[in-house]
């Protein structure tokens, strides 16, 4: 008879239990990587420095390319004008060419951002390990995998060894119970957490998303809260296998097929934490208290609820805060005590990888059906997050609620989240953004960004300033 | 790789928290294919007080008299002192590239964001972790003398000041020794390759569908 029983594994440790190849005596391990999503900005000095070194890719089969960053917003038909941007997809089409890497070229209708295509084409699948040279990689945890963002030397190492030396984060469950209210969504649990663990809250940790309110979310909607996890500090954001997980994988183009679909789905259903599994860290949230989010500063954490007002420096716990607070509010060109509710607004920017996938565009085109677009908003773009989604959209007729509205409508691609194309701020506009950062310059140099969900931005776009969308 | 011992570094305080790697290198720089050349445009944004490009000349720009990596006393630092969450945001190794080409080979800090700490290790520079009240005496010390210079010893894991007071810091084993050496991890790991097979094949047998390919 067994005295002692071990505490059960959490949905972290399968994952990794099931990708380590080799431990050093340091617990240093040697993990596999499934799937590398790659992309024009941060793999072409890790194609250079293969070649240099006479090395190629392990495994051509397990990375997927795309161009997203770089690419265009309005129309295609005369390719990239930036000659610095055209080079870099240049490069990258080259590079795959070179080495029989699947790349979905700007013209492909799969095309979009990485983030977006990954799931969208079943090559994010539960129990995977999926690297890519971004941050926002954590959105593929939404699938039971991990998946973590990189370096470009790291996409190097991905490339010629199809592994990566990690140590194991430590584990926290960010547990959410509980109905959301109307017009409250997964972006603003995520802001919600962030405000209430900060922006380094999750440093060192792998974030797993739980409870009531998390089951109730659709894939979509896991994947926007996965995405931001990396905003709360943590590498790795995810959420168990349940059977919306399977029900959303099962037909995709690259997702199992017989025998080996129901193989696969066999395993799937035992990625779960365990009912007694023990973590690092609990952090609880009630569904039910969750208002609609607006960040007021240059850090996600830097958050309040649509119905509250920008805060005041002199109320900051310690004397960094104080100083950051008003640094903020500074660049932000707003006083401590103004309503979030009377913040006007010069753009609206609906997309990015953390909310441009169908069911977001479907809660912005409901707010903005039969409306128009304020008068004191400059522009107001809606993004799709891939030629798929744009597709869908366009067959739900989305467009047209939009264009009527007064938004542009425009191909896929990263856009004004990071404004590595043309879409930007100018200096001291003031945007409502679905996107995932706010920082300084983040949307153009002197820019200043408002996060929130979709809805949120597309009630914002209509009425010229941020309301609560729950009394739309 | 360049190999990290011991450096004896003017001292540069960056008084901000959750500096991101956006500000530390603006994306347009991103738009670069070339692994080089990143340190004129480090902090682009808070450095000049006119927008930067990939291609325009730095050299006639005009300069912020007011952000600190343009004051005389601190030009030819190769330490930074900063704050919380440094290096948080993107993944861009670009931010890490940028420090190097400048001339930063150690940042001190009371936290840094996983993937740019992860990232200084590929790029011969060392993030050192310090106590918060440690940091907060080391900008006073720094911001109070001119010349302020420290020594970082990565063998006996120690920043020592200019009074002599060694403050003992933790690096992982494994990371130390790769720094300390200058090595490659992809030759590291390609010794290894028997055990990435054996894995492969073993995988291939429990879940043959993560082995269909990309390709169709």
């Known amino acids: ?472 | 790789m360049r190999k990290f011992s011991v450096l004896d570094g003017l001292v540069v305080p960056l008084d901000r928290a959750n500096v991101d790697t956006d500000a530390i290198i603006p994306k347009q720089f991103l738009k670069s294919i070339k692994r080089a050349g990143f340190g004129p445009n480090l902090f682009d944004e808070w450095r000049y007080l006119d927008h930067g490009e990939p291609g325009k000349s730095n050299h006639d720009r005009p300069l912020n008299p007011d952000f600190v990596l343009n004051q005389p006393r601190y030009q030819g630092a190769s330490v930074l002192l900063t704050r919380d969450n440094f290096g948080c945001g993107s993944s861009r190794e670009h931010a890490p590239w940028a420090l190097e080409d400048y001339g930063v080979l150690a940042i001190i800090a009371p936290s840094f964001a996983d993937i740019f700490y992860n990232n200084c290790f590929k790029n011969g520079i060392l993030p050192i972790v310090l106590d918060a009240a440690v940091v907060d005496r080391l900008f006073r010390e720094c911001e109070a003398n001119e010349g302020y210079a420290l020594t970082v010893d990565l063998d006996k894991q120690t920043v020592t000041t200019p009074t002599g007071e060694s403050i003992r810091f933790d690096v992982d084993a494994g990371r130390k020794h790769r720094l300390l050496n200058g090595l490659d991890d992809i030759g590291l790991t390609l010794l290894q390759a028997d055990k990435i097979k054996a894995y492969e094949e073993r995988r291939k047998q429990e879940a043959p569908w993560l082995f269909s390919g990309s390709q169709q």
């Open chain 1, 1 to 472: 008879m067994a005295l002692f029983r071990m505490p059960g594994e959490t949905l972290f440790k399968k994952l990794w239990d099931a990708h380590v190849v080799h431990v050093e005596p340091d617990g240093t391990t040697l993990l596999y990587i499934d799937r590398h999503l790659v992309h024009e900005v941060t793999s072409p000095q890790a194609f250079e420095g293969l070649k240099l070194a006479h090395r190629t890719p392990r495994r051509a089969d397990a990375a997927i390319a795309v161009p997203d960053h770089n690419v265009p917003t309005t129309d295609r038909s005369q390719g990239i004008a930036d000659p610095v941007s055209r080079l870099q997809v240049e490069t990258l089409d080259a590079n795959c060419a070179e080495f029989g890497i699947t790349e979905f070229k700007m013209d492909d209708i799969r095309q979009g951002i990485v983030h977006v295509i990954g799931p969208e084409e079943g090559l994010t699948l539960p129990g995977m390990t999926v690297v890519c040279g971004d941050s926002h990689t954590s959105t593929h945890g939404a699938f039971g995998a991990l998946a973590f963002g990189i370096g470009t030397s790291e996409v190097e190492h991905v490339l010629a060894t199809q592994c990566l030396w990690q140590k194991p984060s430590k584990t926290m469950l960010v547990k959410v119970e509980g109905q959301l209210g109307h017009g409250v969504t997964a972006k603003d649990i995520a802001l919600a957490v962030i405000g209430e663990i900060g922006t380094a809250g999750g440093t060192g940790y792998a974030l797993e998303f739980g409870g009531s309110a998390i089951r109730a979310l659709t894939m979509e909607g896991r994947m926007t809260l996965c995405n931001m996890a990396i905003e709360a500090g943590a590498r790795a954001g995810m959420v168990a296998v349940d059977q919306a997980t399977i029900d959303y994988v099962e037909g995709r183009p690259y997702a199992p097929k017989g025998d080996a679909w129901d193989q696969a789905v066999a395993w799937w259903n035992t990625l779960h934490s365990d009912a007694d599994a023990e973590f690092d860290r609990v952090v609880e949230l009630d569904a039910a208290k969750i208002e609609p989010q607006v960040t007021w500063g240059t850090s996600p954490e830097m958050v309040a609820t649509i119905g509250g007002c920008v805060p005041n420096p002199a109320d900051a716990s310690s004397e960094v805060k104080r100083h950051d607070w008003t640094r903020a509010l500074e660049y932000m060109g707003l006083q401590a005590g103004t309503p979030i509710a009377e913040i006007p607004v010069d753009k609206v920017f609906i997309g990015s990888c953390t909310n441009s996938r169908i069911e977001d565009l479907r809660e912005a085109a409901s707010v903005a059906k039969g409306r128009k677009v304020a008068p004191n908003v400059k522009l107001a773009m809606v993004v799709p997050g891939s030629g798929l989604v744009k597709q869908q959209a366009e067959a739900e007729g989305l467009d047209r609620i939009f264009i009527e509205a007064g938004f542009e409508w425009r191909e896929p691609g990263c856009s004004m989240c990071l404004a590595m194309n043309a879409d930007r701020l100018e200096p001291g506009e003031r945007c409502a953004s679905t996107s995932n950062r706010n920082f300084e310059g983040r949307q153009g140099q002197g820019g200043r960004t408002h996060l929130v969900s979709p809805a949120m931005a597309a009630a914002a776009a209509c009425a010229g300033h941020f309301v609560d969308v729950r009394k739309e």
